[in-house]
């Protein structure tokens, strides 16, 4: 029981630290920009694969049904969720978990 209390007590200061260290990055987050509408559950389902990846980037939601977005809405209508990262396309219908890591390894370095 003592060991795996000290694994789990590890695995919490492990991901404190990761966020501390995000705290004193000078760095700015990429912006993950969500194009959605209510109800949209695939888009629910991709926010939730994304959540291993949150600590990462600035998630910021477009509602393509608002009349605001009517451009959006005539582009993606059909394509829900689709994600640019820093303004650049980058996947729809589903998460790439593979292609998100590597993206966002990229964002990180560059």
Not at 32 to 48: G, M, R, W
Not at 57 to 72: A, G, M, T, Y
Request: charged share 25%; aromatic share 12%.
């Amino acid at each position: 029981v003592q060991g795996i209390c000290y694994s789990m007590f590890f695995l919490k200061c492990e991901s404190a630290s990761v966020q501390l260290l995000r705290l004193f990055s000078t760095k700015p987050l990429p912006t993950l920009t969500l194009f959605t509408k209510d109800p949209c559950p695939l888009c629910d389902k991709a926010k939730e694969t994304l959540e291993p990846f949150k600590h990462r980037f600035d998630l910021q939601q477009v509602d393509i049904s608002r009349p605001e977005n009517k451009l959006w809405f005539d582009r993606y209508k059909w394509d829900i969720p689709v994600f640019h990262l820093n303004g650049r396309f980058v996947m729809k219908h589903r998460v790439d978990t593979a292609l998100m890591e590597k993206l966002l390894q990229e964002a990180e370095s560059g």
